[in-house]
Every structure is written in structure tokens, then in C-alpha cells.
């Protein structure tokens, strides 16, 4: 089976600097998708960035980049530039490729990011 | 946008209470599910659906049940609530097929306390 591990439960940034919220995974399978979803302080979780696992290249939104390490089965979400806004809970989550399980999710604990101005 | 909203925000029942907790999303999407969400345990898949009538137990059905009645609504009941189910319950839909990224989207969340 598989499993998502987040290893800080808790990380805080000065506004403006550069975090990286840490993620790793074990999985037998060699093709899944991998996503980092936010969620802020009583409000709706949202997708933050995904990656295939066939694809090489790192994804990147805006100020979101991750750095996927296929073979270290890695999956880090680095925050450039951060803003108040971006004080939330992360959750990096694992999503199989094959058939069976319709799709579910597996998600990490979580990592709480707080942003200080 | 991809909406999914969820019943309630808060709610407050007894223990031994009947509870519905109701989910709509607007984008015709195949796939339901609903999570738990617990400090320090992340989400845990209670039920999912990927058709209409169709359900599977997720990874603690324990004290659940799930209707899907239409395509558009997934219900959550607790048929007896008890103190270990309040809980931050949340919602989410994705279109069907693996072969794409298919991400899920998520309702608000339904806090509910059991007294």
C-alpha cells in the first residue's frame, strides 16, 4: 500500500523569504500523480500544484515550484517570495495511476505553514 | 469554477442523534468522496462513490453510511452519532478515469460536535 509521509508538522517563514515543505512517499507502481493541496485557516482546500510522475520536468505555479526526485521518491513544495496569504495547513497527496480505487487520494498529515510579516 | 458546497458549516448534535451531512457539486463530476480530518491525522477516506447508487467503503467506514441518490449529491450519515465522531468532515469530487490528473475538488467542510 501506499503512503505519504510529511515529516514537519509545523514550519514558519519571514515574509518575503523562500520554504521548502518537505514530502516523501512509498509506492511500488512507476506511473501516479502527486499534488500539493492548501488549506487556510477556515477555508476551503485548494490545489496548490501537480506533478506526473512520467514527467521529468519539475511543475511550477508562479511562486510555487516542486523538486521531484523520482528515485528518492520525493516530492518537496518550494514557496518563493512568501505572503501572509500563504499561512495554511499543506497537505502533499499521492494519487495511483492504475486501475482500482477509482482515483482515491492518499494524503500526508499535513504541514502547518505560518508566515511571519 | 467547480463548486462543491456542503450542508452546513457547523452543527451540533447528541450523541445518539441521526446525522445527515449533504454534498452538492455543480460540475457533473463522477467521482464523491468524503473525508475526516483530525489534527495530527491529516484526511482518512470515509466512503466514496463513482456512480450513482454505487459506494465503497473507504479507510474507516466504521459508523457511516453513504446514499447516492443523484449525481450531484453525496450524503454522509452517522446513524447514531457518538462523541469520537466530531470531526471536520469534508467533501470532494473529480471527474472519473485515471489516465489523467483528475484532480478532486473540495467542499468547505462541515465541523461537526457531538455532545
Known amino acids: 500500500a501506499q503512503t505519504v509521509t510529511q515529516s514537519q508538522p509545523e514550519m514558519s517563514v519571514q515574509e518575503a523569504e523562500t520554504v521548502t515543505l518537505s514530502c516523501t512517499y512509498d509506492?511500488?507502481?512507476?506511473?501516479?500523480?502527486l499534488f500539493w493541496y492548501k488549506q487556510p485557516p477556515s477555508r476551503q482546500m485548494i490545489l496548490v500544484i501537480r506533478?506526473?510522475?512520467?514527467?521529468?520536468q519539475n511543475a511550477t505555479e508562479n511562486r510555487f515550484s516542486v523538486n521531484f526526485q523520482k528515485a528518492a521518491k520525493s516530492f518537496s513544495l518550494k514557496i518563493s517570495d512568501s505572503q501572509l496569504g500563504d499561512a495554511a495547513m499543506y497537505f502533499c497527496?499521492?494519487?495511483?495511476?492504475?486501475?482500482?480505487?477509482?482515483?482515491?487520494?492518499?494524503f500526508g498529515k499535513g504541514t502547518k505553514l505560518s508566515v511571519k510579516p | 469554477d467547480v463548486k462543491v458546497t456542503q450542508s452546513s458549516r457547523y452543527l451540533v448534535k447528541r450523541t445518539g442523534e441521526k446525522v445527515f451531512l449533504e454534498c452538492v457539486q455543480d460540475?457533473?463530476?463522477?467521482?464523491m468522496f468524503w473525508y475526516r480530518q483530525d489534527p495530527g491525522l491529516g484526511l482518512r477516506l470515509i466512503y466514496f462513490?463513482?456512480?450513482?447508487?454505487?459506494?465503497e467503503k473507504g479507510d474507516i467506514p466504521e459508523g457511516y453510511s453513504v446514499s447516492r441518490e443523484k449525481k450531484e449529491r453525496f450524503s454522509l450519515i452517522l446513524e447514531s452519532a457518538s462523541t469520537n465522531q466530531t470531526s471536520m468532515y469534508l467533501c470532494?469530487?473529480?471527474?472519473?478515469?485515471?489516465?489523467?490528473?483528475?484532480?478532486?475538488?473540495f467542499g468547505p467542510g462541515t465541523r461537526l460536535t457531538v455532545l
Open positions: 509506492t511500488s507502481e512507476s506511473d501516479y500523480y
Open positions: 470532494a469530487s473529480s471527474l472519473a478515469g485515471l489516465a489523467s490528473y483528475n484532480e478532486q475538488f
Open positions: 506533478q506526473e510522475a512520467y514527467k521529468q
Open positions: 462513490s463513482y456512480d450513482v447508487k454505487m459506494k
Open positions: 460540475m457533473d463530476h463522477e467521482n
Open positions: 497527496a499521492y494519487r495511483t495511476h492504475y486501475g482500482g480505487s477509482q482515483g482515491n487520494l492518499i
